[in-house]
């Protein structure tokens, strides 16, 4: 077993949510950290509809399990705080280099000398952040699916600094936690998962940027053919379409800035972000 008994999780968006509560049913005392009062009441919200859905989804969460993880959340505001007794901190802001270059930085001068870092990006190396933390050796990515407590996989994947013990811890952690450990063998952008994804949700994005066939038929398409539960755009609204267009806005291909583009003019703007906001590419019905 691991010793980690506390976990801060930077972030409380669709996943970062998750990944706090599913380490709270889990046992583990969380604290959630976000960036001001009104995102934490969203957090909140979030963690209670999290608990409902465990009740409906999981099995055995009707015993208690699911209200008691809710007692084991603690919040903050105060980026110090959130982590000053953290055994492990889990980064899940958004997929912005920059917002996540200024994380770590002010996570590795506040956080005690015994705390693991981990960041949950998609897309990004860990590389990319390892030095601003002031500690690389004690730095890897921990990257989960959205839908956690069914798509229960966790993404493990170290730098070339990385301790080998730390690899370990985490790879405990997240079996601890209920997940199914990925160790990924080496730093490859998207991982496993999204090196697969990614493909079909740009080339998605391309047929509907193009003018070939709309979301609905695209989805239609893809259920059809290949048997799958959702089609692409069901997919980004899951993700939220702000993830989506932080990573196609960087994109160096016309074709995905322009998908950007369209996101954010037709749907970002008019707060249908997915399934967070209960419209997106689709429409969805409340869960009060």
């Known amino acids: 077993m691991t010793t980690f008994t506390h976990v801060t999780v930077l972030g409380t968006g669709v996943l970062g949510s998750q990944i706090a509560y599913q380490s709270a049913y889990a046992g583990f005392q969380v604290t959630a950290w976000d960036i001001d009062d009104d995102a934490i009441a969203a957090a909140k919200k979030r963690f209670a509809g999290l608990a409902k859905t465990y009740d409906a989804e999981v099995e055995g969460a009707k015993d208690g399990k699911s209200a008691a993880a809710l007692d084991r959340i603690a919040y903050a505001t105060d980026l110090a705080e959130a982590v000053k007794d953290a055994d492990l901190v889990i980064e899940a802001v958004p997929e912005n280099p920059q917002i996540k270059t200024d994380t770590w930085t002010k996570v590795g001068q506040a956080a005690p000398e015994k705390t693991i870092f981990a960041t949950n990006s998609s897309t990004l190396l860990p590389s990319s952040f390892m030095d601003a933390t002031g500690r690389p050796e004690k730095f890897l990515a921990l990257h989960y699916a959205n839908r956690i407590w069914v798509m229960n996989t966790a993404e493990v994947m170290a730098t070339s600094k990385t301790d080998p013990d730390v690899y370990r811890q985490v790879i405990q952690f997240a079996e601890e936690q209920g997940m199914v450990p990925i160790e990924v063998k080496k730093e490859q952008p998207g991982y496993?998962?999204?090196?697969?994804?990614?493909?079909?949700?740009?080339?998605?994005?391309?047929?509907?940027?193009?003018?070939?066939?709309?979301?609905?038929?695209?989805?239609?398409?893809?259920?059809?053919?290949?048997?799958?539960?959702?089609?692409?755009?069901?997919?980004?609204?899951?993700?939220g379409l702000t993830t989506a267009y932080n990573i196609s806005s960087m994109s160096e291909d016309e074709t995905q800035r322009k998908f950007a583009e369209i996101l954010k003019r037709d749907f970002i703007d008019h707060g249908k972000l997915g399934v967070a906001t209960g419209e997106g590419f689709y429409a969805y019905p409340s869960e009060s």
Do not use: C, M
Request: avoid cysteine.
């Open 192 to 239: 496993v998962l999204n090196s697969l994804l990614v493909p079909l949700l740009n080339a998605a994005g391309a047929l509907y940027v193009n003018g070939v066939a709309d979301p609905e038929t695209i989805d239609k398409t893809w259920r059809i053919g290949t048997g799958a539960p959702n089609g692409p755009f069901q997919i980004f609204d899951v993700v």
